[in-house]
């Protein structure tokens, strides 16, 4: 705009001039010189990684200029906006939900969006980072963790950043700023909290501990009451077939018993059945080895052989 003025000035000046000392030389120059400054005024540069944003006299265009050389009328103002990746670093305490204090450190990746950044310039400006972007950090980080224990915070760090993230990406979105990445690179807790969760992680460690010992013991009692239920019953099953062996051989012996019972019986009524005096007399007969009987005995009178007796004397 300044150059635009200057050279309405330097022409009209150089022309009136020219006029005045009857010069048409001045006034050649004079022209030349005046239209090189519209000229100018006309063009503007937008570097590598920036957006151009149009304003007229403080009014916001609702476009953009990539980069490269930028035409636009001499009442214009071009306003570079930086669109390259940038790393926004913090630092800040926050409160769990049991009142612990936590220090986070961390950093998130941005870059505008090319498309709207005459939005962010018309709201925020171009400082942007620290007029809108570290405060939304700084709310929505505190934000999160006090959802969270201090001891629960250290169990899910990572599902914590990822709600962050979550939480500044809706936000920035708004403004037409991409959040690209986050990173929690460190979550320090006071140093009497620290103190607690190892005593507790130790006393942890020891119960585990004294639970798979008693678990172990409880194991082997278990495996040896088992192994004696197991002898138990084989020496039981051991038992019931003896003594069912010794049953069948008591059963067998009595069977046996009985026919060989049955066999004399019936032998001795057959022998008694087949004797008579007559068969009687016969073995008696056929057994006799032809000496008298010393001593024979009819009714109730022996008779007694004393030659036998005197003879021995």
Known sequence: ???????????????IFGTVAENKLYIVIAIMLGLILIAVSCISYVPTGHTGIITTFGKVHDETRDAGLAFHAPWENIIKMDNRE?????????????????????????NINKATAMILYREVGTDYINVFVAPRIQEDVKIIIARYTAENLIENRQTAS?????????????????VIS??????????????AVEAKQVAT?????????????????????????IIANAEADKAKIAAKADLEVVKIQAEAALYAGEKEAEMNKRI???????????????????????????????????GGIVNDK
């Open 1 to 15: 705009m300044i150059l635009f003025i200057l050279g309405i000035l330097v022409l009209i000046g150089g022309v």
């Open 86 to 110: 940038q790393r926004v670093p913090f630092n800040l305490q926050a409160f769990s939900r049991d009142i612990q204090q936590v220090g986070i450190q961390g950093s998130i990746n941005i």
């Open 162 to 178: 990822d709600a962050i993230y979550d939480l500044i990406k809706e936000e920035l979105a708004n403004k037409g700023i991409n």
């Open 182 to 195: 986050l990173a929690l690179e460190n979550v320090d807790f006071t140093d009497a909290f620290e103190a």
């Open 205 to 229: 460690q020891q119960k585990q501990r004294a639970q798979t010992e008693q678990d172990r013991m409880t194991m082997e009692e278990e495996a040896k009451a088992k192994r004696a239920v």
């Open 272 to 306: 008694a059945e087949a004797l008579s005096n007559d068969l009687i007399k016969y073995y008696w007969i056929k057994q006799w080895n032809g000496h008298l009987p010393t001593v024979t005995t009819d009714n109730a009178m022996p008779i007694i052989d004393m």
